[in-house]
């Protein structure tokens, strides 16, 4: 929590100090990659040199009685060095994980959920953005979650049972294990 505090102090004061450049425009974005195949975003160009987004990542697959759907929203400050189109990023999101699952034969749905702070670091190039208007990009992004949340529903299954503690075990881990996020194309417009 004092993570997020500190970023949206950091976030207000590049706000202020940059809200008379003459090149700042706000935009929207969507993309697609992996394991996120959908994203968007709505970006705020402060200057040539730094912006901020906010984004939604989303990943939602079902096959007959299962489900998975990850998601995160995340909030970044991006620096330009060059005042070009190659950027690095940091920030915060929350990686959040939904498996459910349905036993055909007594219909009963298992249903897992897992909630983690994860921060963000992120490099790419956004091809177009110092001209405002339309822009093409493509990045990388780390992410590293901590301090999982785990929720385990599964009617029927006693608690200390192997099968639901083995749950637990592999909800928790999955909430503590970093990734990369590579976006093959994202394009936006910036007003």
Same mark, same amino acid.
């Given at each position: 929590?004092?993570?997020?505090?500190?970023?949206?102090?950091?976030?207000?004061?590049?706000? #202020?100090?940059? *809200?008379? +450049?003459?090149?700042?425009?706000?935009?929207?974005?969507?993309?697609? %990659?992996?394991?996120?195949?959908?994203?968007?975003?709505?970006?705020?160009?402060?200057?040539?040199?730094?912006?901020?987004?906010?984004?939604?990542?989303l990943l939602d697959l079902s096959s007959g009685a299962a489900s998975v759907k990850l998601s995160m929203p995340e909030l970044l400050v991006h620096y330009h060095p060059f005042s070009g189109a190659f950027f690095v990023a940091a920030g915060l999101g929350q990686e959040a994980l939904e498996v459910t699952a349905k036993d055909l034969t007594? #219909?009963?749905? *298992?249903? +897992?959920?897992?909630?983690?702070?994860?921060?963000?670091?992120?490099? %790419?190039?956004?091809?177009?953005?110092?001209?405002?208007?339309?822009?093409?990009?493509?990045?990388?992004?780390?992410?590293?979650?901590?301090?999982?949340?785990?929720?385990?529903?599964?009617?029927?299954?006693p608690t200390n049972s192997t099968a639901y503690t083995d749950t637990v075990d592999a909800a928790k881990k999955f909430g503590e294990t970093s990734f990369t996020n590579i976006t093959f194309a994202r394009i936006g417009w910036v007003f």
């Open positions: 929590m004092r993570m997020i505090r500190c970023l949206i102090v950091a976030t207000a004061l590049l706000l #202020g100090s940059f *809200a008379s +450049a003459k090149n700042s425009g706000v935009g929207l974005s969507v993309g697609m %990659g992996l394991p996120f195949l959908q994203q968007v975003g709505l970006n705020y160009k402060i200057s040539d040199r730094f912006g901020l987004s906010f984004g939604y990542n007594t #219909g009963a749905t *298992a249903k +897992a959920d897992v909630k983690s702070m994860a921060a963000i670091a992120k490099t %790419g190039w956004m091809w177009g953005l110092a001209n405002n208007g339309f822009w093409f990009g493509v990045d990388l992004a780390f992410v590293s979650p901590s301090n999982p949340d785990v929720n385990i529903t599964a009617p029927g299954v």
